[in-house]
């Protein structure tokens, strides 16, 4: 499947000319774009962060960036996990209650919801609570991946489906 169809799949509905023409000249980067969506929610290494995970921290930055109408492929992607306990709090951009989440996941959220509505406020203090709470360097690049791919895409789909409105 071209990266074009799956680009229609993930804004989804057909891209409108003279759009259409202008992703088909930029194929190749527009291949690459998707292949990193897919390798960030599906790599093989998943360190601390579990497919699970992963599909609840993409609904959660869709929600925290009101961007429901326009990620249906994160809503589809997200649709085949079931999200439970505190998975559910995290998809759901709600408190996590939960007694059972894991040490570091008030600094994941931190975060992720830091680099998701203000990356400007970033700071090595979001790194130094993650290491605090025994998250290694590995876990802390594929986070930031994660979080910054993630962010990209949803903010690509919303800016093709705004020049076709």
């Given at each position: ?35 990193a969506y897919q ?35 994160i809503r589809k ?69 994660l979080v910054a ?17």
């Amino acid at each position: 499947m071209s990266a074009s169809k799956i680009f229609e799949e993930l804004i989804g509905r057909p891209i409108a000319s003279p759009y259409k023409e202008a992703l088909l000249a930029r194929e190749t980067l527009l291949q690459q774009s998707l292949n990193a969506y897919q390798a960030v929610l599906t790599p093989l290494e998943t360190g601390l962060w579990s497919h699970a995970l992963r599909a609840a921290l993409a609904m959660r930055i869709v929600t925290l960036t009101q961007s429901l109408g326009a990620a249906s492929g994160i809503r589809k992607y997200a649709a085949t996990t079931e999200f439970d306990g505190w998975l559910k709090d995290v998809a759901q951009a709600t408190p996590v209650t939960h007694t059972q989440a894991p040490v570091w996941l008030d600094a994941v959220l931190a975060y992720t919801d830091t680099l998701t509505l203000y990356p400007q406020k970033a700071t090595n203090s979001l790194i130094d609570s993650l290491k605090q709470k025994n998250v290694d360097d590995a876990d802390c690049v594929r986070l930031a991946e994660l979080v910054a791919t993630l962010s990209y895409q949803i903010r690509l789909i919303v800016g093709f489906q705004a020049l076709q409105a």
